[in-house]
């Protein structure tokens, strides 16, 4: 306090003062004791009054994207609720579309955490993009072939080979579609079996009237019935769907059998949740989900 009654006497002096300044001295002596008389004041301000606000550490959830094909999206959308369960802080969203499509993005650059391709050929084209490493990608489940057609089944359909009948409405996926490439390889498989005709590939690709981009593409259009068959996934045949239709078991010498691989994205943010993302699809509670949907595990 005594500096403070100093510098209210220097700004408001007595009336005597027994050795006059000279002017010059004492304005400078008033504007430095003005300067120092605001600081002192501004401090005695904080003491007193304000207090330090606490900082208080972000709850918010870290957020990773998971690029999947599309014939995992129910699966992984389950998967992805219980995972969030389990791990509070972190907030799964997923991109579904066919793994050409992924991987693709993926080449050009789209920020991703972790990618499920129905293939390995297109993981494969993530890792030459320098967007995956050979060593992170791994199986993590496997899948099949079916046929299936409208439940009301308009071109009678009873067996694969009525699949070549003149007329017939075939709906496949494109050939750089995992599921479109394991198509074709069912029907060089079905071509070199006495149980076809010949002439049974050709008669059946004559009936494409539609290549799709995706999984998804193909089991829409039949269940609509824009088409009269199509060549999907067993795990695509879900509960959901089962009233709208029906499938044909493809014998297992001609079936493929499609592998999943899964990797984290290189230069994701996230690696350690990106990890244990892909940890808890290995996971056996995983795993029974993946099953769960018609998808067969790992050994």
Do not use: W
Request: hydrophobic share 45%; charged share 15%; with cysteine.
């Amino acid at each position: 306090m005594g500096l403070l009654r100093k510098l209210i006497n220097i700004l408001a002096p007595p009336a005597y003062q027994p050795a006059p300044v000279p002017i010059r001295s004492r304005g400078r002596r008033r504007k430095t004791a003005i300067i120092l008389f605001l600081v002192l004041l501004a401090g005695f301000t904080v003491g007193c009054g304000a207090q330090p606000q606490a900082v208080t550490a972000s709850t918010e959830p870290v957020t990773i994207t998971v690029f999947a094909a599309a014939s995992l999206t129910e699966a992984f959308t389950e998967i992805g609720h219980n995972f969030e369960a389990a791990q509070p802080e972190v907030k799964v969203i997923f991109n579904f579309a066919g793994s050409q499509q992924l991987a693709h993005q993926l080449s050009q650059g789209a920020p991703a955490d972790v990618f499920a391709s129905a293939n390995t050929t297109q993981m494969t084209t993530a890792i030459e993009a320098g967007r995956v490493t050979d060593s992170a990608a791994q199986t993590f489940v496997h899948n099949r072939l079916v046929v299936i057609y409208p439940a009301d089944n308009p071109a009678g359909l009873t067996t694969l080979q009525d699949l070549s009948k003149p007329g017939l409405r075939l709906i496949l996926a494109a050939e750089d579609v995992p599921v479109g490439r394991y198509s074709q390889q069912f029907l060089d498989k079905a071509a070199q079996d006495p149980a076809f005709e010949a002439g049974f590939k050709d008669g059946l690709l004559t009936n494409v009237v539609s290549y799709e981009q995706s999984v998804k593409a193909v089991l829409t259009k039949v269940a609509l019935g824009e088409g009269d068959a199509g060549i999907v996934y067993s795990s695509d045949v879900t509960a959901d769907i089962a009233d709208q239709v029906s499938r044909i078991d493809i014998p297992d010498d001609l079936n493929t059998i499609a592998t999943y691989p899964i990797a984290v994205v290189s230069d994701t943010a996230y690696p350690d949740q990106s990890r244990a993302f892909v940890a808890y699809i290995l996971s056996p509670a995983g795993q029974d989900v993946l099953a769960k949907y018609g998808f067969t595990g790992v050994p």
